[in-house]
């Protein structure tokens, strides 16, 4: 009876694990079409005058537009040819800049470059690229018009924003803009050479992007996606089938071979997802210029470990063997490790994705990785608590075997051996 009321327990907690984890994936298959719209929507509703000095803060008649990757840029004209810019992106390290080019090709253009120090101070430079060496691109040099307004740099979370004024002898239409960044951080104000860049024209009386080098019309919306996409397998993977899976094996052993069918089932979908998510993961990182090398690398450093536990489940030994132990301290102990080192990335993903978040979905992501966490943390010991009283029970009814006169058990069998 015990037995069975305890399997209950835990069939009722598996349930209510599986189905909060299946809402949470509805709620982002649902909010998918929509999430790239309202990321674009609520960063270009950014308040900018809580970090930016006028009149970089307060722009009348702001246009927002995506451009390529993260990039975001914002611009107001007025009626005397005044541009005010404002280019934001994700920003880890290294340099982000961009540039006017009469041709759309890099030589001879004129860019706008910013970056932070290694005391956390921003930089903001113009710079002219004479030539293809780092010696060739000459800072406090170039041919843009800027106005007596100073450039200004700010870092809110992980977005940066480069802000700077320039004014034109006439109204400015379609113009090729250079896109460019680098992870190494400036060294002497001399740039690095660029991890990647891209060539557009930006039509500035209409807002409108056109490529001249790749494809960037629908970049940035696909960004918002594969962000969701990498943060929802993640969780499903590591929160929620490699976690169910480990509960099943630990508290349902009494259920013979049941325990052992659902636990390599929970782990082989849990391992399918995870690999997923890392896919989708470097593909992301791949069209995103943030250098994140602790996510990245314990991202990779986790899928290593459930790696090698899916290899422990060919070599394991038989029960009957002297290694069989020794297996199962590695394969217990590694599957913690695993979900430990999981669930931190987890939550540095969730952070540095909600750096440049500006409607309050970082927080979403939080809170529901949070109750799903707190959910698994409180069955496991509340099970802990049922397998302790089990094994408590168990001690005391093998106790009253041995103090029965007519009982049988090792205890007695030892004594009446060693008489």
């Known amino acids: 009876?015990?037995?069975?009321?305890?399997?209950?327990?835990?069939?009722?907690?598996?349930?209510?694990?599986?189905?909060?984890?299946?809402?949470?994936?509805?709620?982002?298959?649902?909010?998918?079409?929509?999430?790239?719209?309202?990321?674009?929507?609520?960063?270009?509703?950014?308040?900018?005058?809580?970090?930016?000095p006028f009149p970089y803060g307060n722009l009348p008649r702001m246009v927002c537009r995506p451009l390529w990757n993260s990039y975001l840029l914002r611009y107001s004209e007025s009626k005397d040819n005044e541009i005010t810019v404002v280019l934001s992106t994700i920003y880890i390290s290294g340099w982000v800049g961009i540039g006017f080019s009469e041709d759309g090709k890099m030589l001879n253009?004129?860019?706008?470059?910013?970056?932070?120090?290694?005391?956390?101070?921003?930089?903001?430079?113009?710079?002219?690229?004479?030539?293809?060496?780092?010696?060739?691109?000459?800072?406090?040099?170039?041919?843009?018009?800027?106005?007596?307004?100073?450039?200004?740099?700010?870092?809110?979370?992980?977005?940066i924003y480069l802000a700077f004024q320039l004014k034109f002898d006439k109204p400015l239409k379609t113009q090729p803009i250079l896109l460019a960044f680098s992870t190494k951080t400036p060294h002497h104000h001399h740039l690095t050479h660029h991890d990647d860049k891209i060539s557009i024209n930006f039509d500035f009386?209409?807002?409108?992007?056109?490529?001249?080098?790749?494809?960037?019309?629908?970049?940035?919306?696909?960004?918002?996606k594969d962000r969701r996409t990498h943060g929802t397998l993640a969780i499903l993977a590591w929160g929620l089938f490699l976690p169910l899976g480990a509960i099943l094996a630990r508290y349902?052993?009494?259920?013979?071979?049941?325990?052992?069918?659902l636990h390599v089932g929970f782990q082989f979908i849990g391992f399918l997802l995870g690999v997923a998510a890392v896919i989708v993961g470097l593909s992301l990182n791949h069209k995103m210029h943030a250098y994140i090398p602790a996510h990245k690398g314990m991202g990779i450093f986790v899928l290593v470990l459930t790696i090698l536990q899916v290899c422990a489940f060919f070599t394991r030994p038989s029960k009957n063997s002297k290694y069989r132990k020794y297996w199962n301290w590695y394969h217990n102990w590694m599957g913690r490790l695993c979900l430990f080192f999981a669930a931190v990335?987890?939550?540095?993903?969730?952070?540095?994705?909600?750096?440049?978040?500006?409607?309050?979905?970082g927080q979403a992501w939080k809170i529901?990785?949070?109750?799903?966490?707190?959910?698994?943390?409180?069955?496991?010991?509340?099970?802990?608590?049922?397998?302790?009283?089990?094994?408590?029970?168990?001690?005391?009814?093998?106790?009253?075997?041995?103090?029965?006169?007519?009982?049988?058990?090792l205890n007695s069998m030892e004594k009446e051996i060693s008489l």
């Open 345 to 361: 990335n987890i939550v540095l993903g969730i952070h540095i994705a909600g750096g440049d978040d500006a409607h309050g979905q």
């Open 205 to 224: 009386s209409s807002g409108n992007t056109g490529s001249s080098s790749s494809s960037v019309d629908q970049i940035s919306p696909s960004l918002f």
């Open 1 to 52: 009876m015990a037995k069975h009321s305890c399997f209950e327990l835990l069939k009722l907690s598996f349930l209510f694990l599986l189905s909060i984890g299946f809402f949470l994936l509805s709620l982002a298959v649902e909010g998918a079409d929509q999430e790239s719209d309202d990321n674009t929507a609520a960063l270009c509703n950014t308040d900018l005058s809580s970090f930016l």
């Open 252 to 261: 349902l052993r009494h259920k013979e071979s049941l325990w052992y069918y």
């Open 368 to 409: 529901g990785y949070g109750f799903l966490v707190g959910c698994t943390l409180a069955v496991v010991l509340f099970m802990e608590a049922v397998l302790l009283l089990r094994h408590r029970r168990r001690l005391s009814s093998l106790s009253e075997v041995d103090n029965h006169p007519g009982g049988f058990s």
């Open 109 to 159: 253009s004129s860019c706008m470059v910013g970056w932070m120090n290694a005391e956390g101070r921003g930089k903001i430079k113009q710079y002219h690229i004479k030539g293809y060496s780092p010696s060739e691109i000459k800072p406090d040099e170039g041919k843009l018009p800027l106005t007596n307004v100073v450039p200004y740099v700010s870092l809110q979370g992980a977005t």
